[in-house]
């Protein structure tokens, strides 16, 4: 196989003879030069979408993050709207126990009055009757 390149210490520089174990070496590495071209090609394709998916990624963390920060702001007011309800709880069984005990009281006077009143009635028709 003869290839030709032009060389200054040879007379007639439009063709260059190259012996032939040379001329398999440099085709052997013009196919490796090509073969690697490919494979970096590649590489950066891969690198690129590698880079693709780490942006979307960092974007999905950033979003789960942020709502991770609201979800707990939601959680601390309704921790609040809960002890707050709680207070409001305890204070209506407390006045709701006062209330019992009040009308408990209410009800033996009228049960003493009622008494008391029956007795009268019973006193008065007594002496009507006598």
């Known amino acids: 196989?003869?290839?030709?390149f032009p060389i200054f210490?040879?007379?007639d520089t439009s063709r260059?003879?190259?012996p032939y174990h040379?001329?398999?070496?440099?085709?052997?590495?013009?196919?490796?030069?090509?073969?690697?071209v490919n494979e970096l090609d590649y590489t950066q394709k891969i690198l690129l979408e590698s880079k693709n998916t780490i942006r979307f990624q960092d974007s999905t963390i950033r979003t789960f993050d942020l709502k991770e920060?609201?979800?707990k702001k939601e959680i601390q007011n309704l921790e609040t709207q809960n002890t707050t309800h709680t207070d409001k709880v305890k204070s209506l069984q407390e006045e709701n126990q006062e209330l019992n005990r009040k009308n408990k009281n209410l009800k033996s006077a009228v049960k003493w009055l009622g008494g008391g009143l029956a007795?009268?009635?019973a006193?008065?028709?007594l002496i009507i009757l006598i």
Not at 1 to 4: A, E, H, I, Y
């Open 123 to 125: 006193t008065l028709a």
């Open 16 to 18: 260059v003879c190259i």
């Open 22 to 36: 040379v001329a398999q070496k440099i085709a052997i590495e013009l196919t490796q030069k090509d073969s690697l």
């Open 69 to 71: 920060i609201e979800y």
């Open 119 to 121: 007795g009268t009635l």
């Open 9 to 11: 210490s040879q007379k």
């Open 1 to 4: 196989m003869l290839m030709s």
